[in-house]
Every structure is written in C-alpha cells, then in structure tokens.
C-alpha cells in the first residue's frame, strides 16, 4: 500500500536528491577555474552530476508509486543506493581533474551538499528494510493460506 512507511523514506531520499539542485557542494575561497569561476562547486555545474541527480530523484518517485511490485521496488532501491554513490565520486572525480589548474592558495571548503548523498543512502537503506519486511509478511500471509 501507498501509505506504508517505506514511501516515507522513499520521499525523503527523492528530497535528499532535490536538495542537491539548491545546495552547494563545496566552495572555495576565491574564483578559480571552470568548476569554481562563481567560488561554488554545484550539481548545476556539470551536466553528468545534473543527470545523475534528477535520475535518483525520479527513480524514488516512481518507486514509491510500484507499491504493489515489491521485488521491482526493492531493485529500484539498490538503484538509488548505487546512484547516490555514484554521485559523490563523479563529482570528485571531475572536481579534482579540473582542480588540477587551481591555484594552490585556492581554499575549498565542502558544504552540506556533499554530504546530501549519504542521507540518501540511509533512506534508501531504511526503504529496502521495509520492503524486504512487507515482502516477507505477504509470503507468510500465503502460507497461511
């Protein structure tokens, strides 16, 4: 059903994912080259990050609505587990390749963004818990039977 608890941690991991539109992941203490040239680091930046984030979002969404295929929905989960591990590698991947032109004097500092995925992961986690509990339920209520 709609209403079980795994749809709680379903939307708030598709609002982790949202959030990572609006906060920074990290800033530095001047302008610098192409990630830094406004002194903040954003999903916005790039267009593999931007991708990544609306994919997870929308993945959460759409799962919560696959209520009634709970083995579909529990793959879905591990899909966001995956992607919002993907997001913060990706992202350091691409910042240092690019930071390799910084200047040294450059401070970059990370912000509440970088940290958005691991909360992600956590509500994924929690959602698969439940899934896995409902699922198991329903095949006891078979047996029963």
């Keep these: 059903m709609i209403q079980r608890i795994q749809t709680v941690f379903l939307f708030l991991a598709a609002l982790v994912f949202g ?3 609006i906060l920074p992941l990290a800033v530095s203490s001047k302008p610098s080259v ?3 040239s406004d ?17 997870g979002a929308a993945i959460a969404i759409i799962s919560i609505f696959l209520y009634k295929k709970r083995p579909v929905q529990l793959k879905l989960g591990y899909v966001i587990i995956v992607l919002a591990i993907l997001l913060p590698l990706i992202s350091f991947l691409l910042f240092t390749k690019a930071s390799a032109a910084v200047d040294p004097s450059v401070q970059v500092a990370d912000q509440a963004g970088m940290y958005m995925p691991i909360a992600a992961i956590i509500f994924a986690t929690l959602a698969n818990h439940f899934i896995k509990k409902d699922n198991k339920l329903v095949k006891s209520m078979d047996r029963l039977r």
Excluded: R
């Design 39 to 55: 002194s903040v680091f954003e999903v916005t930046d790039h267009p593999a990050l931007i991708g990544l984030t609306v994919l």
């Design 34 to 36: 192409q990630f830094l």
């Design 19 to 21: 959030s990572l539109l």
